[in-house]
């Protein structure tokens, strides 16, 4: 018959809903690291109600602020935790995916056991990276009008891969592998090693107070160089929480400006207490170093790091540089330029530009002993007490992997460097577009730099209109199979109904297009003729509406 040419919808398991009560565990693979999670499910009389808690981050539990379960399909979400889920039922387990901040994170819950927990991640050893697959990601990020940027991959010091992605969407952008981008705050790994090449030279001590060059700011005899470096000196943040007219974004405003304000602002702990990043330290810092060297910041990074390192296509806005990105957003469906700061407001803490192969450069040259001792680095980075901050370098954990390094944020431009001592690995990305989070994107990166298999974020597709929906709806029948299929609007949204099936929703795809994953299944409607062509399993059937 030919009916059997038509595979039923829904092909899965069936569980009744007394058996989704009671105790889910799984293990929510983060792209960074693997937390176990408890799914806790009731039901009343009316719906069902869960909570979600991860024990290795907290003994909190939190309620799930709708919980339903349909056609073998569980569903939650959690507003506070900006999460939701959608799993399938699979013979004895739920298959699906979490959805937290753009991310699409694989989880998969099983009934009342503890899920096996996954071996550690393995290092390259000399595994060759699978670049295409980096490719196809940025690919697929430039043509979502996602992100435009730059990616660039060290190995044993020297570049195996490089990739420039969505400038092209830029109608005014004329770029090569040289144009600069701003690299914000990871200017302040490189002014951190110039300050440590003074402490080795006996110039500087990690214990020098403040108050040695500083003395009338709040707090000076306490707070010392290392307090400064690691970010727990209790000083401020003299750039300001808000990008909106910030007072930074206009002409140059001169130090002593920006230092009266590090006054005003003081101290909000004592040193050592706690972390909290502070880009009034650094702007300190930084003149502290020109006050030793008795030379403007450019000249002495010149000297001191450019030179050394061969790094030819960086420099410090005192450079005067030409040639730079701009940073645009992605707004009213078209990229828009967005205003940046005035990078002499932050010399020595976010004024540098560079390219991404500068700064493998730069990472590569400093775990080499180009600019300091080998034990320097060492001290830089493996004090325990230092969680996220080393002496002005930041360790980035990834699974049971170290990587050290920096990441750089302006108003328009994100950019990170990070090198791997074990496999002699780094990476730089430098973004001057974002619409997905730079996070998430580095984290991809890094995944699949290592050979995990990353989910492509799913974007949202536009959404139609109530009427736009409403010319494909309405009872279809076929010729080439004796199985009536329904459309209609709910909630919004497009649905179908088979004769005697449970209704399932629609995804839009493209124009005229919509799909249902779960059976294979693709519809292109032909509204001016009231028909569509079904798609499932490389077979086709072609529907009209039926008439009255």
């Known amino acids: 018959m030919k009916i059997k040419l038509f595979v039923v919808l829904v092909l899965l398991a069936h569980v009744c809903h007394a058996q989704i009560e009671g105790t889910w565990n799984g293990e929510l693979d983060t792209q960074t690291m693997k937390l176990p999670v408890i799914l806790k499910i009731k039901k009343d009389e009316k719906d069902f109600s869960s909570t979600l808690n991860s024990p290795k981050q907290s003994t909190k539990e939190f309620p799930a602020d709708k919980t339903e379960f349909s056609n073998n399909e569980l569903s939650f979400e ?93 109608s005014n952008a004329a ?59 209790g000083l401020g943040d003299y750039v300001g929480k808000s990008i909106e007219n910030n007072w930074l974004f206009g002409k140059p405003v001169g130090n002593d400006a920006i230092i009266k304000a590090i006054k005003k602002e003081g101290v909000s702990f004592q040193p050592g207490q706690k972390m909290q990043y502070s880009n009034s330290a650094y702007f300190l810092l930084s003149r502290i170093l020109e006050s030793i060297y008795q030379q403007p910041y450019h000249q002495i990074l010149r000297e001191k790091i450019l030179k050394k ?43 540098i530009t560079s390219t991404p192969e500068d700064l493998n450069i730069f990472i590569n040259a400093l775990f080499a002993g180009k600019f300091i001792k080998n034990e320097t680095v060492d001290m830089m980075i493996s004090d325990k007490n230092e969680k996220l901050f080393g002496s002005g370098i930041i360790k980035m954990p990834f699974y049971n992997i170290t990587l050290y390094g920096h990441g750089g944020d302006t108003a328009g431009t994100h950019s990170t460097v990070s090198y791997e001592p074990a496999d002699q690995l780094s990476f730089a990305v430098t973004i001057n577009g974002e619409n997905y989070p730079h996070n998430s994107l580095f984290i991809a990166i890094l995944n699949l730099i290592y050979g995990k298999d990353f989910p492509y974020p799913v974007f949202e597709n536009p959404k139609n209109s109530l009427s736009e929906l409403e010319k494909y709806t309405g009872d279809y029948i076929s010729k080439d199979i004796p199985l009536g299929l329904k459309i209609f609007v709910k909630n919004d949204k497009l649905f179908a109904q088979g004769t005697g099936q449970p209704e399932f929703e629609l995804t839009y795809a493209a124009k005229d297009r919509f799909t249902f994953d779960k059976a294979e299944l693709e519809i292109n409607f032909i509204p001016e003729k009231g028909q569509f062509q079904l798609l499932q399993r490389g077979k086709r059937y072609l529907f009209g509406k039926k008439q009255p």
């Open 78 to 170: 959690i507003q506070k935790l900006g999460a939701s889920y959608k799993g399938i039922y699979k013979t004895d387990h739920f298959e699906g995916f979490l959805l937290q901040n753009g991310r699409n994170l694989p989880l998969n819950l099983f009934k009342g056991t503890e899920p096996k927990t996954s071996s550690d991640l393995s290092f390259l050893n000399g595994k060759a990276i699978d670049t295409k697959k980096i490719d196809n990601f940025l690919d697929h990020i430039a043509r979502n009008n996602q992100g435009i940027g730059s990616v660039s991959i060290f190995r044993n010091g020297s570049e195996v891969y490089r990739k420039d992605f969505g400038q092209h969407m830029l």
């Open 175 to 233: 770029d090569d592998k040289n144009t600069l981008y701003q690299i914000g705050s990871i200017s302040k790994l490189m002014t951190a090693v110039m300050l440590h090449q003074l402490i080795e030279n006996g110039k500087l001590s990690m214990n020098d107070q403040l108050s040695k060059f500083y003395p009338d700011i709040p707090n000076a005899q306490n707070i010392t160089i290392k307090t400064m470096l690691n970010h727990t000196s």
């Open 309 to 351: 390192a061969g790094m030819n296509h960086t420099f410090s806005v005192l450079d005067h540089p030409e040639k730079i990105f701009k940073p645009y957003e992605y707004k009213d469906m078209a990229w828009t330029e967005v205003k940046d700061f005035n990078f002499q407001n932050c010399i020595g803490l976010g004024d």
